[in-house]
């Protein structure tokens, strides 16, 4: 089996909750516990899963027992040591699963590793030896095995080779009534603890406007919670949560562009280049909460699809692969106002919607075939994007660095015109040196072609000449132009 969902979902919450009254539970939490290699990971399991069985072999008690007496593991005594273990588990199903059919929960392997180190692993002759025997276990029925997620199903069954998923679960974002019957529910619980504080509970215009700035999102849902009970405004919790959002992501921006300090001209060029087309997919993003993949990548990335990886793995977008809608707030953003004197109904008014979303049937039929669909991992980063995208000094330094790509275009196409226009001259002179030299020897080639084909022959060459002479002239205005143009970038370059 795989749950997955995007970050934020609680999907590793509700599979803890889900198995807590299980007998026979081994749950590897590599998000508390993360490891380093394959190797470290294969061990932290052997050494899990050995406390869970009669120590009953030596190489078992070397393994879990005595770490320090060796600091590698070699692939036999990973064979063994897996071996050693699948004859247990045969064991206790010989007996009847007295403590229960064991379940193996591995949670989150993806989500631990960045694009590189994740490949590395997966490939890693001690992970694909360990995915074989997890294999064997299935379809041995020894054991059943659970992986927890944020990747799509699909991602984590092709990166690690699980062919023998039978089940995947889409754990998806609470909807916007849930989010506000829980906050309902525990606020009325803790309605003691708001009168201790001297505060009242949240109206329900106040609840619309929480909902609305956190949408689904588990972790900023626990976080103003738990704020609000413990007597903080929850306002402040909120504009926190965004203040944070914002300042993320603006070193995230400027990161990319410290890249370009100490590069070359080519890889100065990308950085500024992928600066825009991160600018481009804030804009799109909080314009529509739910953008299909197919459409951001032919309006804004192009041939540079890798990057949409890397900001879902940054927690900047998640995507949708099964065709699921969420509540992130499926509105048009307005930009929220972050002033001391704002009231709860002004607030209320910046996080309305006025935008309904798409009927879940669109969502359904235009799902994974369709390149799935990408959102802001929160509805807070669809504020934080407004508030960037609306903030003059960044659009004055958005505006300097697509001058800058404009400029450095202008500059290769003048140079490549200049080499054209070097080579129409040539060209120009040569067919007017044919025709100077044709009229020279009229005589001569009448009485070789006659009148008629003389004639001809000549408005040939003369009509050749005018097309170069006209292309030259035409190939010379442009370049012209485009001199004038980056002369007039680059003034604005140095003013700004």
């Not at 997890?134 to 690690?160: C, M, N, P, Q, W």
């Not at 995507?319 to 699921?324: D, K």
């Not at 490549?416 to 226009?421: A, D, I, N, P, Q």
């Not at 132009?481 to 002369?487: A, E, G, Q, V």
Request: with cysteine; glycine share 4%.
């Amino acid at each position: 089996m795989i749950i997955v969902g995007p970050k934020g979902a609680g999907q590793h919450v509700l599979a803890k909750e889900a198995l807590r009254d299980w007998n026979n539970v081994l749950y590897l939490d590599l998000h508390r516990n993360p490891v380093a290699s394959a190797e470290e990971f294969l061990r932290c399991f052997c050494e899990a899963i050995g406390y869970k069985m009669p120590v009953n072999n030596e190489l078992v008690r070397f393994l879990l027992r005595e770490p320090a007496r060796k600091s590698r593991i070699t692939h036999e005594e990973a064979e063994q040591a897996l071996s050693v273990f699948s004859t247990a588990l045969s064991q206790e199903k010989a007996r009847g699963w007295r403590n229960g059919i064991p379940i193996i929960v591995l949670d989150d392997i993806p989500g631990i590793f960045g694009e590189q180190k994740e490949n590395a692993f997966a490939q890693d002759p001690f992970f694909t030896k360990f995915s074989d025997w997890l294999i064997h276990l299935y379809e041995s029925k020894l054991a059943h095995v659970i992986f927890v997620s944020s990747y799509s199903g699909t991602d984590v069954a092709s990166r690690y080779s699980l062919r023998f998923c039978s089940t995947l679960v889409w754990i998806n974002f609470p909807s916007k009534k849930s989010i506000t019957r829980y906050l309902v529910q525990e606020f009325r619980l803790n309605e003691s603890a708001f009168a201790s504080h001297g505060q009242e509970l949240p109206s329900d215009v106040q609840l619309d406007w929480i909902v609305n700035c956190i949408g689904g999102h588990m972790q900023d849902l626990d976080h103003v919670q738990t704020a609000v009970i413990r007597g903080e405004q929850w306002s402040i919790a909120i504009k926190r949560l965004v203040a944070e959002s914002i300042n993320f992501i603006e070193s995230y921006m400027e990161t990319i562009l410290n890249k370009a300090a100490t590069a070359t001209e080519e890889e100065k060029m990308y950085s500024w280049e992928k600066y825009l087309r991160f600018w481009d997919m804030m804009k799109m993003l909080r314009d529509t909460a739910y953008v299909n993949r197919r459409d951001m990548v032919n309006g804004i990335f192009h041939e540079y699809i890798t990057e949409l990886d890397e900001y879902a793995n940054a927690n900047i977008v998640c995507y949708l692969t099964r065709g699921t809608r969420t509540d992130l707030g499926d509105s048009e953003i307005e930009q929220l106002d972050l002033e001391e004197d704002s009231t709860p109904e002004k607030e209320a008014n910046l996080a309305k919607a006025t935008v309904n979303p798409d009927d879940e049937e669109r969502f359904m039929l235009l799902s994974e075939g369709l390149g799935g669909w990408i959102v802001s991992c929160s509805s807070r980063n669809r504020i934080a994007f407004d508030s960037i995208l609306n903030h003059q000094r960044l659009q004055k330094f958005k505006k300097m660095i697509q001058n800058k790509v404009k400029a450095k275009a202008l500059t290769l196409e003048i140079e490549k015109m200049r080499v054209e226009l070097a080579a129409l001259k040539e060209e120009q002179t040569a067919t007017q040196t044919n025709l100077l030299n044709f009229a020279k020897e009229a005589v001569t080639w009448r009485e070789l072609l006659g009148d008629e084909e003389y004639e001809e022959r000549k408005t040939k060459l003369m009509q050749k000449a005018t097309e170069k002479r006209n292309k030259f002239e035409s190939t010379e205005a442009k370049l012209g132009t485009n001199i004038t143009k980056l002369d007039t970038l680059m003034s604005c370059i140095t003013k700004e």
